[in-house]
């Protein structure tokens, strides 16, 4: 294999980054004969930015911004394909404590019944604002369908902000905003600090969600096909090795390094496959592998129904199926998948 430069993968500081971020430090890129270069963004659209002028190869990255970047609806377009993806649930709704105190009063409830405990406390009161972290985000599709499943409507009786994942304590605490969405272990940070409280899951509210993928610049798949391939066979071992419950605390202290999340081991192992939520409202069974990594048409076509749902799309029917077609790549997922033991 000839790769003439090193491969350039953004991702954030997350858990859902662990199979990028294991690939790398156990030597995986590496013996599939890859140079490859991370780069710890500060927000999802730096790294959209940095895919659409060429600075990123690849990066972990959510499939809404994805679809919205080949539809033209940010200003830097981009042509990009999802041959693999990394995790399922992961997200947590975390709200002030003025807010969650009384939903969690008595236990954790479920998530229907939080969201109705939610729209209780909300009538009579001023608009709350709400984070989440872009606005073409799993977290964003799904805390919309949440509240309004609750009768809150998320146009209508909500301002929304967007804050990056790592930022959103912060803003929570300095009383910018009442509540985020955001991807582990965010949620349990913020309850460690307290100065908030986690009331629903993403995996409660609907279970078996996809979440990141990874992204690959088209033009970069086209021209480095054995590399692609080198990547996702890498990337499919690091999965395996991040959802097995046994390496939990040697991936969470990997990804616990400076370099990485920053973070406190323990405060990252509680959102591994198997790891303990200790009421600390953190989703775990982030990391997935096995079929779990394919990535499907019908997980495209789930983000443009709901896409279209809260937002008007500018393709549908036969031209929204093209796109999906085009973006979602299950057969080189598949040509990967067959040489992995």
């Known amino acids: ?71 033209g609806l940010r200003p830097a377009a981009a042509r990009l394909i999802i041959p693999m993806s990394l995790s399922q649930h992961g997200d947590a709704v975390t709200l002030s404590n003025e807010l969650a105190g009384p939903i969690l009063a008595g236990g954790r409830p479920n998530a229907a019944e939080a969201g109705q405990r939610l729209a209780e406390l909300l009538r009579g009161r001023p608009r709350v604002t709400l984070a989440v972290v872009h606005a073409w985000s799993t977290h964003a599709l799904l805390f919309k369908s949440w509240l309004h499943a609750a009768g809150i409507d998320p146009q209508a009786d909500v301002d929304w902000a967007i804050v990056p994942p790592a930022d959103s304590v912060a803003a929570i605490e300095s009383g910018r905003i009442d509540g985020f969405c955001a991807g582990a272990p965010w949620g349990a940070v913020a309850a460690a600090a307290g100065v908030g409280r986690t009331v629903a899951l993403s995996s409660d509210i609907m279970p078996g969600h996809p979440e990141k993928c990874l992204a690959v610049r088209e033009a970069w798949a086209d021209e480095q096909p054995e590399a692609l391939q080198g990547l996702l066979r890498a990337l499919l071992r690091a999965a395996a090795d991040c959802a097995d419950p046994t390496n939990i605390f040697a991936i969470a202290a990997t990804l616990a390094q400076p370099a990485f999340l920053n973070l406190a081991p323990k405060v990252i192992a509680a959102s591994l496959p198997g790891g303990a939520r200790d009421g600390a409202g953190q989703d775990t069974d982030i990391c997935v592998f096995g079929s779990a990594t394919r990535p499907t048409l019908d997980q495209a076509r789930w983000f443009l129904d709901q896409m279209t ?25 598949a040509a990967a998948a067959r040489t992995v033991a």
């Open 309 to 333: 749902r809260w937002r008007d799309l500018p393709v549908s029917g036969a031209e929204a199926e093209a796109l999906a077609a085009r973006i979602y790549r299950p057969d080189l997922y």
């Open 1 to 71: 294999m000839t790769v003439s430069r090193p491969v350039r993968i953004g991702l954030l500081r997350l858990t859902d980054s662990a199979p990028v971020i294991h690939a790398q430090t156990a030597g995986l890129f590496t013996a599939e004969g890859l140079d490859v270069t991370l780069s710890v963004e500060p927000s999802w659209a730096n790294l959209a930015d940095k895919l659409s002028y060429g600075l990123l190869d690849a990066a972990v990255m959510l499939p809404p911004l994805v679809l919205a970047m080949a539809l």
